[in-house]
């Protein structure tokens, strides 16, 4: 048996792990982020939402538990501030899929993430 033959196997290793390569990779190791501070706290309407006041409320536990916080930080401050451009990034994903449901096709996206980063 030759060696050099690429078994099914190891080609479905091969592609798990170049794919987790490019969504791993995300360039935190090599920048160090400063806790940015929430950029709208000088805008009343928007600190006046019950989804920013939450935010606010469990910011630093969230971005503490995620793997890059900085990141996090930088999103999650924009997406809470302004809610309805998240459902605007994620209804191309739902309307090429055929997907209802932004919380659930937020939750698929993460879980599928999370696998690949596992391989």
Known sequence: MNKNILHRSNL?????????????ECGCKEKSYDVPVFPYEDDAVVMDSPI?????????TNA???KCPGSYLKVSDEMAADPDRLVMLLNP????LGAECPESTAQAIYDIISMIQNY
């Open 52 to 60: 920013v006041k939450q935010h606010l409320h469990d910011r630093m």
């Open 93 to 96: 994903v739902m309307d090429e």
């Open 12 to 24: 479905k290793k091969l592609i798990r792990e170049e794919v987790a390569r490019y969504i791993v």
């Open 64 to 66: 503490s538990s995620a």
